[in-house]
């Protein structure tokens, strides 16, 4: 069915899978997900949640996941930045010690637990000016603008990035025996994500399988893409696959990037469990959940599919048609 999606019926093992002109992914039972032994698949989460919100299958399914979260440093100071002003925080070094706490209860849901590397996040990063935070705060649209235009980097920001490579390097040495990393998308155009992505395509060039996923909840901005779910083939314009292709530019052709995708179906008693762990993270919830893009627990489709890509595959073929 050319750009939907059909049902097939096929369960394995209780897993429901669907096919559409991706890749079906139908798992293994769980205790022979894993098929070497020695496998160790190491999910860099840019921030505490994005590995249970964009990851929750391979951590659910397969025993050898292990999380690695990237920024999770928290700030000399007792200032408070923007985003944790929004959220009602009164300190953001305070504020990060509870994230890293309902991070290790969320993961408690499948038993793991996390490693952080203890960089700054892109707020922690910006000079801490009470007036420039308050302006950010209060103005959501003047600051998307702001912190997209790199020759205000210096003026913004008191402390750089990451260097990708240093960041690559970090990851390695946190987690030596890794076999497979898994990286985001960048969807949605989040600093920290692209980083981490980045650092993603040093190691795929060190020669390590790196697989990238798609970023919730950004990716639901326009929904789910038209080529996904059969309820959505009657849109006359696919939005959501126009926005998600536009973050893999120069990266996979948008038509190899719906041939390569991994699609995982979640049952609904894993979209129950991935619902309490992200309900965990209890200070990062209400953002999270709020607006018309994001509502991640009102929407009935929204913890339904998972969205991967194997990094090689995708270069592979989008020279091929090159």
């Known amino acids: 069915m050319k750009g939907g999606t059909s049902r097939t019926g096929c369960t ?14 139908l798992p293994n039972p769980k205790v022979n997900s894993v098929s070497v032994q020695n496998e160790r698949i190491v999910i860099c989460s840019p921030h505490f ?43 953001s070094a305070i504020h990060m010690q509870q994230r890293a706490a309902e991070d290790r209860h969320a993961l408690d849901v499948v038993g793991k637990f996390p490693i952080n590397l203890g960089m700054l996040e892109r707020q922690y990063r910006l000079r801490p000016s009470p007036w420039l935070h308050k302006l950010l705060r209060f103005a959501p ?17 008191s402390i750089a990035p990451p260097d990708v490579v240093q960041l690559a390097d970090a990851i390695t040495r946190a987690v030596p025996d890794a076999t497979s990393i898994w990286v985001p998308a960048g969807i949605g155009g989040h ?26 909840p950004y990716l639901l901005r326009f929904g789910w893409p038209r080529w996904l779910k059969v309820a959505d083939r009657e849109r006359p314009v696919d939005r959501a696959s126009a926005y998600w292709a536009g973050y893999f530019d120069g990266l996979v052709k948008p038509e190899n990037l719906i041939e390569q995708a991994r699609v995982v179906h979640l049952t609904p008693a894993e979209r129950l469990r991935k ?17 018309r893009v994001n509502s991640l627990l ?17 270069n592979a073929k989008a020279s091929k048609g090159r």
């Open 141 to 157: 649209l003047l600051r998307y603008a702001l912190l997209r235009l790199p020759f205000l980097d210096s003026a913004l920001h």
């Open 191 to 216: 600093t920290d994500h692209m980083l981490v992505r980045q650092a993603g395509l040093v190691l795929a060039a060190r020669g390590l399988k790196v697989c990238i996923y798609a970023d919730m």
């Open 298 to 314: 009102r929407r009935e489709d929204a913890l339904a599919y998972e969205v991967f890509w194997e990094l090689e595959s995708l």
């Open 275 to 291: 619902a309490e762990a992200i309900r965990r993270y209890a200070t990062q919830f209400d953002p999270v959940n709020a607006g």
């Open 49 to 91: 949640d994005d590995a249970v919100l964009s990851c929750w299958s391979l951590l659910d399914r397969e025993h050898a996941s292990t999380v690695v979260n990237v920024f999770t440093g928290a700030p000399s100071s007792d200032f408070t930045y923007c985003y944790d002003q929004q959220n009602g925080a009164l300190s």
């Open 12 to 25: 394995d093992q209780g897993f429901e899978c669907v096919r559409t002109k991706a890749k079906t992914y």
